[in-house]
C-alpha cells in the first residue's frame, strides 16, 4: 500500500486529483456511517433481509426522503468502493495496459450501477406495479438464476474462509507468520480491504436484485425470499461483521490520518476494533439466526 494512505496528515501532500478521491474516501466513510450504518439497522437488526419484501420496500417508498436517503447510500456506497477498489487496481496490477483497462472497467460499473439504481429508486410506482404486471412478472427463473449464483459466492466463500483459516494456524503452529510479518497494522489493512471489496461485490448484486422491484412484484419477492435460505444466512452475518469491522476500522485510519492517536497505540486500537466488531455483530446475527431458520 501506498504510504501516503496510512502516515499522519499526509492527504495533504497528495498532488492533484489523488487527493480529491483520499479526501472523497474519508468524507464519504463518515457519511456512510450514518447512511449504510442505518441500512444495515434496519435491515439486520431491526428486520432480516426476507422481509424487505415488495410492500416493505414500497411503504418505505411512499415517503420521498426514505428515496433520498436510499439514493444518497447508493451514490455515496458506490463510488467509495470503486475508488476504493482503485487502490487495490494500483497495487495488484503493475502493466501499465491492464491498469487502464482495469481503471476503465472500474469507471463503466461505477456509471452503469449508479444509473440503475437511481432509475430504480426515482421511477417506481407502487400502485403500477402492485398489479404484478411489469414487463418481467412471471420470469422467476430470474431469481432462482440470482439466487443460485449467490448459492454459489457463498460456497466459494466458505470453502476459501476455511481455507484460510487452516493455512494461518498451521503457519503459527510451525512458528512462520501467514503472509505478512504480523504487525497489526497490517493485519488491520488487510481485513479492511477484504471486508471494502467484500461489501462492494454484494451492493452490486443488491442495485440488481432491488432493480427488479420495478420490473415484477412477483419477480421481486421471489428473489428476496433466497435470502431465508440456510446456505445464505452465514453470508449475510459475514456481511453485517464486515460493515462493522470495515466502518470501525475506517474511524481508526482516520484518527491516524488526522490525529494520529491511534498510530501510537496500534495494537490496543486494533484490539478494540475487533472486539467491537463481534460484540456489535452478535445482536444481528442471533436476530437473523432465530428469525430465519427457528420460526
Ligand atoms: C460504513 C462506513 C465506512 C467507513 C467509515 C469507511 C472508511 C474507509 C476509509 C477511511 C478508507 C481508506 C482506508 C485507507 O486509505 O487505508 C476506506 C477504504 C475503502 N472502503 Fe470504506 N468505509 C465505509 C464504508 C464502505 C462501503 C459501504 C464500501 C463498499 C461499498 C467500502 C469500500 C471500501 C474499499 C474497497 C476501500 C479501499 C480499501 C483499500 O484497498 O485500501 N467502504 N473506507
Request: charged share 10%.
Given at each position: 500500500?501506498?504510504?501516503?494512505?496510512?502516515?499522519r496528515?499526509?492527504?495533504i501532500?497528495?498532488?492533484?486529483a489523488?487527493?480529491?478521491?483520499?479526501?472523497?474516501?474519508?468524507?464519504?466513510?463518515?457519511l456512510?456511517?450514518?447512511?449504510a450504518?442505518?441500512h444495515v439497522?434496519?435491515?439486520?437488526?431491526?428486520?432480516?433481509?426476507?422481509d424487505?419484501?415488495?410492500?416493505f420496500?414500497a411503504?418505505?417508498?411512499?415517503?420521498?426522503?426514505?428515496?433520498?436517503?436510499?439514493?444518497?447510500?447508493?451514490?455515496?456506497?458506490l463510488?467509495?468502493?470503486?475508488?476504493?477498489?482503485?487502490?487495490?487496481?494500483?497495487?495488484y496490477l503493475p502493466?501499465?495496459?491492464?491498469r487502464?483497462?482495469a481503471?476503465?472497467?472500474?469507471?463503466?460499473?461505477?456509471?452503469?450501477?449508479?444509473?440503475?439504481?437511481?432509475?430504480?429508486?426515482f421511477?417506481f410506482?407502487?400502485a403500477m406495479?402492485?398489479?404484478n404486471?411489469g414487463?418481467l412478472?412471471g420470469?422467476?427463473w430470474?431469481?432462482?438464476?440470482?439466487g443460485?449464483?449467490?448459492?454459489a459466492?457463498?460456497?466459494v466463500?466458505?470453502?476459501a474462509?476455511i481455507?484460510?483459516?487452516i493455512?494461518?494456524?498451521?503457519?503459527?503452529l510451525?512458528?512462520?507468520f501467514p503472509?505478512?510479518?504480523?504487525?497489526?497494522?497490517?493485519?488491520?489493512?488487510?481485513?479492511?480491504?477484504?471486508?471494502?471489496?467484500g461489501?462492494?461485490?454484494?451492493?452490486?448484486?443488491?442495485?440488481?436484485?432491488?432493480?427488479?422491484?420495478?420490473?415484477?412484484k412477483?419477480?421481486?419477492?421471489a428473489?428476496?425470499a433466497?435470502?431465508?435460505?440456510?446456505p445464505?444466512?452465514?453470508?449475510?452475518?459475514?456481511?453485517?461483521?464486515?460493515?462493522?469491522?470495515?466502518a470501525?476500522?475506517?474511524?481508526?485510519?482516520?484518527?491516524i490520518?488526522?490525529t494520529?492517536?491511534?498510530?501510537?497505540r496500534?495494537?490496543?486500537?486494533?484490539?478494540?476494533?475487533?472486539?467491537?466488531?463481534?460484540?456489535?455483530?452478535?445482536?444481528?446475527?442471533?436476530?437473523?439466526?432465530?428469525?430465519?431458520?427457528?420460526?
Open positions: 500500500m501506498a504510504d501516503h494512505r496510512s502516515v496528515g499526509a492527504g501532500t497528495i498532488p492533484g489523488e487527493r480529491l478521491i483520499w479526501y472523497f474516501i474519508r468524507i464519504s466513510g463518515v456512510l456511517i450514518l447512511l450504518g442505518g439497522f434496519i435491515t439486520h437488526y431491526l428486520n432480516v433481509p426476507s424487505t419484501t415488495f410492500s420496500v411503504g418505505r417508498w411512499a415517503n420521498p426522503y426514505w428515496r433520498t436517503f436510499d439514493w444518497l447510500l447508493l451514490m455515496l456506497a463510488w467509495h468502493g470503486v475508488l476504493g477498489l482503485r487502490y487495490s487496481i494500483q497495487d502493466s501499465p495496459t491492464a487502464t483497462a481503471q476503465g472497467i472500474m469507471w463503466a460499473i461505477g456509471f452503469v450501477f449508479l444509473a440503475l439504481g437511481t432509475v430504480t429508486i421511477t410506482d407502487a406495479m402492485a398489479a404486471e414487463p412478472s420470469q422467476l430470474i431469481a432462482d438464476a440470482i443460485f449464483s449467490l448459492y459466492f457463498a460456497v466463500t466458505y470453502v474462509i481455507l484460510l483459516v493455512f494461518t494456524l498451521r503457519s503459527f510451525t512458528g512462520s503472509v505478512y510479518l504480523g504487525g497489526p497494522g497490517q493485519y488491520a489493512w488487510i481485513l479492511h480491504r477484504a471486508a471494502g471489496i461489501i462492494l461485490f454484494f451492493l452490486l448484486v443488491h442495485i440488481i436484485d432491488i432493480s427488479l422491484i420495478g420490473l415484477g412477483d419477480l421481486y419477492d428473489s428476496v433466497f435470502y431465508a435460505q440456510a445464505l444466512i452465514p453470508m449475510e452475518i459475514m456481511l453485517v461483521g464486515a460493515v462493522v469491522y470495515h470501525l476500522n475506517g474511524i481508526r485510519v482516520m484518527m490520518d488526522f494520529g492517536q491511534a498510530y501510537r496500534e495494537k490496543v486500537s486494533f484490539a478494540v476494533v475487533l472486539v467491537l466488531t463481534v460484540l456489535l455483530t452478535i445482536p444481528s446475527a442471533w436476530i437473523i439466526f432465530s428469525s430465519e431458520l427457528m420460526p
